[in-house]
């Protein structure tokens, strides 16, 4: 899930394939520990590998609450994009948001 192929259609008398182009897609998401009151906010590029990143340890400062399981996520086209939400995700109007859409 590192990226997506975009077909594009060729042009008439163009090599097959030759339009083909690598879209990469950039997540901010929510983390719930399976057996605490904890919830991590991030982004990243690929999801299920942060994840794992997670539960494995290593991430330090989180270690103690692992295991983790992802509860929501978004999907942006910059990382730009995901920085921007994961910081709201953070505010308190975030977790209001966070709370009406997935009942933390």
Do not use: W
């Not at 906010?41 to 270690?63: A, P, V, W």
């Amino acid at each position: 899930m590192d990226s997506i192929r975009v077909s594009e259609a060729p042009d008439p008398g163009s090599i097959p394939g030759e339009a083909t182009k690598i879209a990469a897609m950039f997540f901010a998401y929510v983390l719930k520990s399976i057996n605490h009151e904890y919830y991590y906010k991030g982004h990243c590029e690929n999801l299920e590998r942060r994840l794992n990143q997670h539960n494995s340890g290593m991430t330090e400062s989180i270690r103690p609450y692992i295991p983790f399981s992802l509860i929501y996520f978004e999907e942006f086209e910059t990382e730009k994009q995901a920085i921007e939400r994961e910081k709201y995700f953070k505010t308190s109007a975030g977790r209001r948001f966070l709370k009406k859409v997935k009942p933390l």
